[in-house]
Structures are given as structure tokens and as C-alpha cells.
């Protein structure tokens, strides 16, 4: 069936370091969006990126559908990056739903 | 624009007991979504809705769940006779149209006791 798989399911990091989150997905996607859950459970939106790249920031993101992955690159990492970041895909096959995967929980050192 | 708003933020409840969630999307949005999320996963879709048309409803959704969005604004979902299996966090996004971004609401978090 139709998955989005994310790795590392933990990272841990020092303050200031850089790293890359993965998020694979099976099939074709009409969309696909990177989320950062507060710890009060709120999803705040990063991306939204079907393809190509975009950055705000520190942050940047690269869909690359023909190969179905993802990847957010979180660079000088502040203790404030803390917490779970999601990717969500909508398949072609399943048009108005989207599909997360478990999540990378990320934890920044000071 | 504030955003999509849940209400209320955290609801307990004894078991067999209904329960009743608001969501407000954002205005003019046309689409709205029902997820669940449980501790450790990532977010299940239950339901969706165009306007006021309910267009999808995950397996996941039991006889006990209603979904309702009777003007095409605002939607409630509604649990009847609660199990301690529902106890989860359930969110709503909205978004303008297909295949544009969605966005989330600060959620309700369930507790059933």
C-alpha cells in the first residue's frame, strides 16, 4: 500500500550543527509538506513542496518526485529546532488526504 | 485571520460518555480535515469534507464518530459512547482547494478515563 516512510525516526545534535531529514515516499504525490509539531501538539507549516526546492531561513527543502524523496536540511541548529518534524504526502491515488509518515524527533543540545 | 481554531483545547471524559469537537478553518477555505494522532505517530486522516459535503471517511471512523460541517464553515465531530481507545490527540486542517497546502489547528487533546 501507499507509505511515507521518514528517517532517522531520533537525532540528536549539538547546537550549531547542521543535519538532513528524509521522508520517502511509494507512488506519485500531488503534494507534499514538511511540519515542525510544538510540544503543545500543534503542526506548524514549513514547506510546502511537491517539487523542486525552496528555502526559508535556516531551513531548506528538496522534493525530488521522479525518485519519490524528500529531504529538510536544518542548518546552525538552535535548541529551539527541538521536537517532531513530519512529512505529509498526498498520493495521486488518494487525492484530498494526506498520508504522514512517523516522524523524526529531533533533539538540539546546547 | 486567525488561523484554524479547535475547541476545546483538552476534553477528559468518562467512558460511555459523548464527546463534541469544534473546528473553525480558515475562512474561505473550502476543504476540511479530520485527523487523529496517538503518542508516537504520525497523524491518521478520518474524514474530509468539500464545502459542506463529506466526500471521504477513513475505515478508521466507527459507527460512533459523526463528522459535520452543515454550512460549509465551521465542523464538528462527534464520539458516541467513548472507549479508552479514543483517548488521542484530534486535529483539523484546512485548506483552499485540492492539492494546496493545508493547514492545522492547534488540535484537542482527548482523554478518556
Redesign the interface.
Known amino acids: 500500500g501507499i507509505q511515507v516512510e521518514q528517517s532517522p525516526p531520533d537525532l540528536i545534535l549539538q547546537e550549531g550543527a547542521n543535519s538532513t531529514l528524509r521522508c520517502n515516499f511509494s507512488d506519485s504525490v500531488n503534494n507534499l509538506q514538511w511540519f515542525h509539531q510544538n510540544p503543545w501538539g500543534q503542526l506548524i507549516n514549513l514547506f510546502y513542496i511537491p517539487s523542486g526546492t525552496k528555502q526559508n531561513g535556516r531551513l531548506s527543502a528538496t522534493t525530488v518526485a521522479t525518485e519519490r524523496y524528500s529531504l529538510l536540511y536544518i542548518s546552525s541548529s538552535q535548541t529551539t529546532d527541538s521536537g517532531v518534524y513530519f512529512c505529509a504526502a498526498e498520493f495521486n491515488t488518494n487525492a484530498g488526504k494526506s498520508t504522514f509518515g512517523d516522524g523524526t524527533t529531533l533533539t538540539v543540545k546546547p | 485571520d486567525t488561523g484554524v481554531s479547535q475547541n476545546p483545547r483538552h476534553k477528559i471524559t468518562k467512558r460511555g460518555q459523548n464527546v463534541t469537537f469544534r473546528c473553525d478553518p480558515i475562512s474561505e477555505h473550502n ?1 476540511l ?1 479530520w ?1 487523529r ?1 496517538t503518542l ?6 478520518l474524514t ?1 469534507f ?1 464545502n459542506e459535503a463529506q ?2 471517511k ?1 475505515r478508521l471512523l466507527s459507527d460512533r464518530f459523526s463528522a459535520e460541517r452543515p454550512k460549509g464553515s465551521f465542523s464538528t465531530l462527534e464520539i458516541q459512547r467513548t472507549e479508552q481507545g479514543d483517548s488521542a ?1 484530534y ?1 483539523c ?1 484546512s485548506s483552499s482547494n ?10 484537542t ?1 482527548l482523554t478518556v478515563v
Open positions: 476543504r480535515y485527523y494522532q508516537g505517530q504520525g497523524p491518521e486522516f474530509y468539500q466526500l471521504e477513513s490527540m486535529l486542517a485540492l492539492n494546496t497546502e493545508a493547514f492545522f489547528g492547534q488540535g487533546r
